[in-house]
T-cell receptor, first 111, second 114 residues
Framework: SQQGEEDPQALSIQEGENATMNCSYK?????LQWYRQNSGRGLVHLILIRSNEREKHSGRLRVTLDTSKKSSSLLITASRAADTASYFCATDAGSNYKLTFGKGTLLTVNP | DGGITQSPKYLFRKEGQNVTLSCEQN?????MYWYRQDPGQGLRLIYYSQIVNDFQKGDIAEGYSVSREKKESFPLTVTSAQKNPTAFYLC?????????????FGDGTRLSIL
């Protein structure tokens, strides 16, 4: 079963708007990662947040983690058409060797 | 440029045929992974390797085999025992094992049945 589940499954916004995607997971984690995948390409790592961190920033990206609710959110500010992609969260669930990926959120940014 | 190279980009398999997908990295990473991605789905782990000459089954290893004879290379063979091989296959690597390491991905191989 999937450890991480992204919500919504699909999101369509206009250029310049902010996009928020959520990830919920079931068991305790050490780390949570966010990845982007452009159509037909491999995944690209965006941000890693540790379980003792609550928020991280990278450029226009902001990730929050709430371990009490077992959830994380990815905020993309001032979106661009080039941000159109699928976004996945991945958790380690303390396994020490592997990541478990959710099914992703498909973000479409309309020019 | 450092990275991961997967080949071929597209591959077709006939019934009863084994096919091998190539994955090469020049990042000097110890750990390498193979994932399968079906439409609208997340990634599922097939095999992973933490070090040369060692590899472990992931969640969906049946019908697949791997080898890790060199640090740079981690080829995946899709055998005839894999009855539903049509999927997008992604290879990844990380500096070492563990969920605290970012994974670097190749651009995938799309496998279809003839």
């Amino acid at each position: 079963s999937q450890q991480g589940e992204e919500d919504p499954q699909a999101l369509s916004i206009q250029e310049g708007e902010n996009a928020t995607m959520n990830c919920s997971y079931k068991t305790s984690i050490n780390n949570l990662q966010w990845y982007r995948q452009n159509s037909g390409r491999g995944l690209v790592h965006l941000i890693l947040i540790r379980s003792n961190e609550r928020e991280k920033h990278s450029g226009r990206l902001r990730v929050t983690l709430d371990t009490s609710k077992k959830s994380s959110s990815l905020l993309i500010t001032a979106s661009r058409a080039a941000d159109t992609a699928s976004y996945f969260c991945a958790t380690d669930a303390g396994s020490n060797y592997k990541l478990t990926f959710g099914k992703g959120t498909l973000l479409t940014v309309n020019p | 440029d450092g990275g991961i190279t997967q080949s071929p980009k597209y591959l077709f398999r006939k019934e009863g045929q084994n096919v091998t997908l190539s994955c090469e990295q020049n990042l000097n990473h110890d750990a390498m992974y193979w994932y399968r991605q079906d439409p609208g789905q997340g990634l599922r782990l097939i095999y992973y390797s933490q070090i040369v000459n060692d590899f472990q089954k992931g969640d969906i290893a049946e019908g697949y085999s791997v080898s890790r004879e060199k640090k740079e290379s981690f080829p995946l063979t899709v055998t005839s025992a894999q009855k539903n091989p049509t999927a997008f296959y992604l290879c990844a690597s990380s500096a070492n094992r563990g969920g605290n390491q970012p994974q670097h991905f190749g651009d995938g191989t799309r496998l279809s049945i003839l």
